[in-house]
């Protein structure tokens, strides 16, 4: 089976940006929290808290997800794009269709999680 490394390959360039500009706005001055606590209702400070809590995890998800398609970039170059990272066997076209950023194949993320 052959990939289609060039489809696989505008698919990362497609999410990377997509993933700047996420963290560019993930990046911009956030809401801020009423300053005088009796001018906000207790629901709409929780509801900032909330926001900002949203916005923390997505700022600590991009840069990982960032890394993952840059290896994922560095893979394609150096032709291991497609293989498992952990036993070398062929990945799922079905996985990569899933994430193109994927590593190991179906059954080392299922011996991994076990190990877990
Ligand atoms: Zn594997």
């Given at each position: ?16 940006v ?32 909330k926001?900002?809590?949203i916005?923390?995890a ?25 293989r498992?990272?952990q ?30």
């Amino acid at each position: 089976m052959t990939i289609d490394l060039e489809r696989f390959h505008r698919q990362l360039a497609d999410e990377l940006v997509q993933l700047q500009e996420a963290l560019m706005q993930a990046s911009a001055p956030q809401t801020e929290l009423p300053a005088d606590p009796s001018s906000g209702t207790e629901l709409a400070q929780m509801d900032a808290l909330k926001q900002q809590a949203i916005a923390k995890a997505i700022r600590e998800r991009l840069p990982t997800r960032k890394r993952a398609l840059q290896a994922a970039f560095a893979r394609i170059g150096a032709g291991t794009f497609g293989r498992c990272c952990q036993c070398d066997s062929a990945l799922e076209l079905e996985r990569l269709e899933g994430d193109v950023a994927a590593v190991f194949c179906l059954d080392c993320v299922i011996e991994r999680d076990a190990q877990k």
